[in-house]
């Protein structure tokens, strides 16, 4: 693991055990993100992105399951495999490491509760110790510092997981400390350049435009300040004018926050628009990354070649990739698109191309660029 | 394209919801308690099936339902005798014959649930079906008068019904007529359905009427003790079905391909039938199954009470009944065990079959966990 | 070249109802005013943000709603449409205007007419797994309008099922199958095959291409060319995605919060929009070329509720060229030169 990169998905094989048989739907997926870039992972329904993405935070529903490979996570000690983490590492890690945004943003928020309630939840969970130290400060300065809150919150810092602990701060009031978690939340809505930030707090999920809501999910996301941040399709259901403010709010959040970011879309003109590299998956495999220069410039695999002439042009009409994406039930042998591509081989009916680096920097999966015999 | 015969063609369309179905039954035989219900209902089925068989009716009796007393010793001793092989499940007082009870009472049983929870259904089907297609006023009225029923407690009110009901109805056919056709021909403006039809039941209203005034048809319905009790439940039962076919169909009736139907040019009452009653059957059947062993249970509460079926009816709650007054002193209740353990287990058994194959369609029908 | 469509000021708003006795309170002006024309064999585009209220219009038009005021005619000809209009303005209570409007006008057909209507204009909508019944069969499902319009059944239904599922790309087989064991895109198609069956003058689609993947957009987008040239169908293709808008379509409309604010042919919205929600609009649109990349989004704000819309042009508090009168007066769809409309005061300003 190089010194880059923040996350490496190593040979990453997924099942799926349903009732109709067992769907792969990953089949040993390459993928690194490197440290303050935004890294693009395109692909069709079916290709495996999200599935990706979920197993980083070990969130796979089940039937599916983690059948093999690594995921490795840079941490300060080193790196560290996911899949061998721990459930407290594990919770430690989610939210605050690394954070997720999804599609539906109102899907994702609960609507019983107020923005602030949501947003103060998350950073409760993981910077708990800094606010009550925070909050003591505040009280010791209005020199309450001796009062049964200050006490309280004495507590709770020395010995956060005793019973009595966990009975007093249920019962008592916590007015300092959650001054002190609002004027965060406020501040955290501000940087997603969200107006009026005290007002939109105290809203509910409903009564939040598309836009609005996704802003909000994004503040949620960072509200721990994660070195990675993980966005599945967030702008997919937006009006395109929002989708612009968004991408360009996700292009600030790179440039100020630092934040490593996975953005998965299926939209070419928003991974042009956004990454620094690309990575394009079909029906669970990963069939080429390189920089975003060269995966519109010179596209290798033959997918991609087919995925950047089928968007819609005026001049030229739009052509499109004959067949359908092939099942996951019991896949075909080889290449998964041997059956679509033009310049199939007879080697590709029986062994699966290897992802090879054709060029620096830029590596696909197809037997035109040579491949083990 | 070949030319397929009519048998074929049946065959293929077929094909994909026979391979539903296929799923369905692998499902069931794969969750055990489930096949145990269905196991249990089924071997239910069977001895009703059988009861001539199986217990028959003695010689010279005119209504097989009628248990028989065993003339010999009837008269002796009026208490109830434990098991012979005589009388395989003993007798209870008077001598009435505990096996073909029993045995008989299994009939009644599925008759009282299968007449009760039909009638609900279709009045249910009707009603909540309206009101949620239509909404508006008519659906504040239908369920304002469907929640004054569900107020009241289930079996207070069916009992003050059994009671109230009396036991002849003298019936104006005429007049019936005349309302009902009234009501359909209603009922039909407002789903637009072809012209004959409307015809056809405007035709029948008019005879109604003139039969009114020149030739009144009267029918008295005698109503057994068993048909009023069933009659009861199903007054107090139907809002039940209402109240989930309406949600069912106000869920279906927004989406998409209700409308495409209407763009399509289809009636409303088209789109009903073709469109939204076989996406909403399923939870109701589910509600159906589980219902008939509760319905079950009222009827033989409401036996045991006093209230149900004749003194020598063949009904399970009935036969319990008898043994009321045997239950009194503990020495009176051990030796006559038998006269409510057996029938409260075939009770027991009954209700547990049913309950146990409405969770199962649950289970297997739940679209959550259909396809994965 | 004539007109098939052709709509004056339509209208459809939605009461909002509440209080105690569930009165109408407030209104959503989903559609406010609205006046175009399609040419027959022509491909019509529509173009919007959400709540713009172009599925509300395509809707309309084909009577799934009924417009709340507004006119809506269907092959009529000019000069009937033109005296139509005239009485309007000049007398409206005549009996001859509503003779004419029950006879020509779409928005007030019911029973027979509306059915006969239904043979003629048919939609096909946006997510093929929710307008396909999950119980039915495709061959059901396909011949269902046969069947609700009287036009066939039984064997002869059938042999036009099968003619419409060869012509949209499917197989024999498909007609025995449910729609979940299909892929999203034959979905689609079985979904077009039932719009087509009755053979419509008019089809409306609703974005779709939308819940499709990006595959297979292009092959249905070639199939929508050519059963257009083949059954010579006039198309209203509603998106909020331009560029297949660009693509396919002879001339394109943008809505915005319930009226029409430009329309044209395709290349002269497209090479020089006018309005500055046309511009913007264009302009948010991401270019799949990493080397021509935009710094700052075009527009800021959010779309406003229609249920209470902003005054006089209701783009102005998103403008950048908002002027005084852009907030008290609405600006006329006026054209611009050649055939351009805009509905601006900074593009046609307005002669005191």
């Known amino acids: 693991m190089s010194l880059e990169t923040i996350v490496e998905v190593k040979d990453l094989k997924v099942n799926f055990y349903t009732y109709a048989g067992v769907v792969e739907a990953l089949d040993g997926v390459n993928v690194s993100l490197r440290e303050g870039e935004i890294l693009g992972l395109v692909g069709e329904t079916g290709s495996g992105k999200s599935v990706t993405s979920l197993s980083v935070m070990m969130l796979v529903p089940p039937p599916g399951r983690i059948e093999g490979g690594a995921i490795y996570v840079k941490k300060d000690s080193g790196q560290e495999d996911v899949l061998l983490m721990s459930d407290d590492s594990l919770r430690n890690m989610r939210g605050a490491d690394i954070s997720m945004i999804f599609q539906e943003p109102r899907a994702y928020l609960n609507p019983v509760y107020t923005v602030e309630d949501q947003i103060s939840e998350v950073m409760l969970v993981h910077r708990k110790q800094e606010f009550l130290k925070n909050a003591l400060d505040v009280l010791e300065k209005n020199r309450r510092g001796s009062t049964v809150e200050a006490n309280t919150y004495r507590r709770m810092l020395k010995n956060p997981r005793s019973l009595g602990v966990r009975f007093i701060q249920k019962l008592s009031l916590k007015k300092t400390l959650k001054s002190e978690v609002r004027k965060e939340v406020a501040k955290v809505l501000k940087s997603v350049e969200i107006p009026d930030p005290e007002r939109v707090c105290r809203m509910y999920p409903h009564e939040l435009s598309g836009g609005m809501a996704q802003r909000v999910l994004i503040a949620m996301a960072l509200a721990c300040n994660p070195k990675v941040l993980i966005a599945d399709e967030p702008t997919t259901n937006l009006d395109v004018t929002v989708q612009a403010q968004i991408l360009n709010l996700i292009r600030l959040l790179k440039k100020d926050f630092k934040s490593s970011i996975l953005y998965i879309t299926h939209d070419l003109g928003v991974v042009a628009q956004l990454c620094d590299r690309v990575a394009v998956m079909y029906a669970g495999n990963v069939v080429e990354t390189a920089d975003v220069f060269e995966i519109f410039g010179s596209p290798y695999h033959p997918y991609t070649r087919a995925l950047l002439e089928s968007i819609p042009n005026p001049e030229k009409g739009f052509k499109s990739i004959p067949g359908i994406v092939p099942g996951l039930i019991n896949p075909i042998s080889g290449c998964r698109f041997r059956d679509r591509c033009s310049y199939a081989m007879e080697i590709c009916q029986k062994v699966k191309p290897s992802f090879l680096e054709v060029k620096k920097g830029h590596f696909a999966a197809c037997y035109l660029y040579g491949g083990s015999q | 394209m070949t030319m397929r015969s009519r048998f074929e063609e049946l065959k293929v369309s077929m094909r994909p919801r026979v391979k539903e179905w296929k799923f369905m039954f692998l499902r069931i035989r794969k969750n055990s308690l489930a096949l145990a219900g269905l196991i249990i209902v089924l071997f239910f089925a069977a001895i009703a099936m059988l009861a001539p068989v199986l217990a028959p009716p003695p010689p010279g009796s005119l209504d097989s339902f009628k248990i028989p007393n065993d003339p010999e010793i009837h008269v002796l001793t009026p208490n109830p005798t434990p098991p012979t092989l005589r009388h395989i499940f003993g007798t209870t007082d008077q001598q009435y014959d505990l096996y073909y009870a029993c045995i008989w009472g299994t009939l009644t049983a599925f008759r009282t649930g299968l007449t009760v929870v039909g009638i609900s259904l279709i009045v249910g089907l009707l009603v909540g079906t309206l009101a949620a297609y239509y909404g508006g006023m008519l659906d504040e009225v239908l369920m304002r008068f469907t929640d004054i029923i569900i107020a009241f407690p289930g079996l207070i009110l069916a009992m003050a019904l059994v009671i109230a009901f009396p036991a002849k109805i003298p019936i104006n056919l005429s007049m019936l007529f005349v309302v009902m056709f009234a009501l359909v021909s209603f009922v039909l403006l407002a789903l637009r359905p072809s012209k004959k039809l409307l015809l056809v039941v405007q035709a029948l209203l008019v005879l109604s009427l003139l039969s009114i005034l020149y030739y009144p048809l009267t029918y008295d319905l005698n109503l057994s003790r068993l048909d009023k009790v069933l009659i009861s439940i199903t007054l107090v039962g139907w809002p039940g079905y209402t109240r989930v076919i309406r949600g069912e169909v106000l869920r279906v009736k927004n989406e998409d391909y209700i409308e495409a139907s209407r763009a399509s040019g289809s009636t409303d009452f088209g789109t009903i039938v073709k469109h939204i009653w076989p996406n909403t059957v399923y939870p109701i059947l589910i509600v159906a199954t589980l219902d008939i062993g509760s319905i079950v249970l009222s009827a033989a509460a409401l036996s045991f009470i006093g209230i149900g079926a004749e003194p020598d009816f063949a009904d399970w709650g009935q036969i319990i009944q008898r043994s009321r007054a045997w239950m009194s002193r503990p020495e009176q209740l051990i030796g006559n065990l038998h006269t409510f353990l057996i029938p409260g287990m075939f009770i027991t058994s009954f209700v547990m079959g049913w309950n146990l194959l409405g969770d199962a369609l649950r289970d297997v029908l739940d679209p959550t966990l259909r396809r994965r | ?352």
Do not use: W
């Open chain 3, 1 to 352: 070249m004539s007109y098939l469509v052709q709509i004056r000021d339509l209208k459809k708003y939605f009461p909002i109802l509440g209080g105690v006795l569930r009165r109408s309170v407030a209104n959503v002006k989903a559609v406010d005013g609205v006046s175009i024309d399609v040419l027959k064999g022509e491909c019509f585009g529509l173009v919007g943000e959400s709540g713009c209220g172009k599925t509300t219009l395509g809707k309309t038009i084909l009577r799934l709603y009924k417009p709340s005021t507004g006119h809506i005619f269907f092959g009529v000809p000019s000069d009937v449409v033109d005296e139509i209009n005239a009485l309007e303005t000049s007398n409206p209570k005549s009996r001859r205007l509503r003779r004419l409007r029950e006879q020509h006008d779409v928005s007030t057909y019911r029973g027979r007419d509306l059915l006969l209507l239904r043979r003629k204009m048919q939609i096909v909508y946006q997510d093929p797994t929710t307008s396909l019944d999950p119980r039915m069969l495709v061959k059901d499902i396909i011949a269902e309008p046969l069947v609700a319009q009287g036009i066939a059944k039984g064997e002869e239904a059938k042999k036009m099922v099968l003619e419409i599922l060869s012509r949209v790309g499917l197989s024999d087989q498909a007609m025995y199958r449910f729609p979940h064991e299909f892929s999203g895109g034959q979905r689609q198609r079985v979904a077009i095959a039932r719009a087509l069956v009755s053979r419509p003058d008019f089809v409306i689609l609703d974005e779709p291409t939308s819940a499709v993947d990006v595959s297979v957009r292009a092959q249905l987008l070639n199939l929508f060319t050519d059963l257009q040239k083949e059954y010579g169908l006039t198309y209203m293709f509603i998106s909020h995605d331009l560029s297949i808008v660009e693509c396919i379509s002879h001339r394109v409309a943008i809505m915005y919060l319930g009226k029409i604010v430009e329309y044209s042919l395709t290349e002269q919205i497209f090479k020089k929009p006018l309005h500055p929600y046309s511009q913007a609009l264009i302009a948010s649109v991401p270019i799949p070329d990493p080397t021509r990349r935009k710094e700052r989004p075009p527009l800021t704000g959010e779309v406003p509720s229609p249920v209470d819309p902003p005054a006089g042009c209701r783009f102005h508090p998103r403008c950048p060229l908002a002027m005084n009168i852009c907030k008290q007066k609405e600006p006329q769809l006026l054209d611009a030169g050649s055939q351009h409309y805009v509905a601006c005061f900074a593009v046609n300003p307005e002669k005191s």
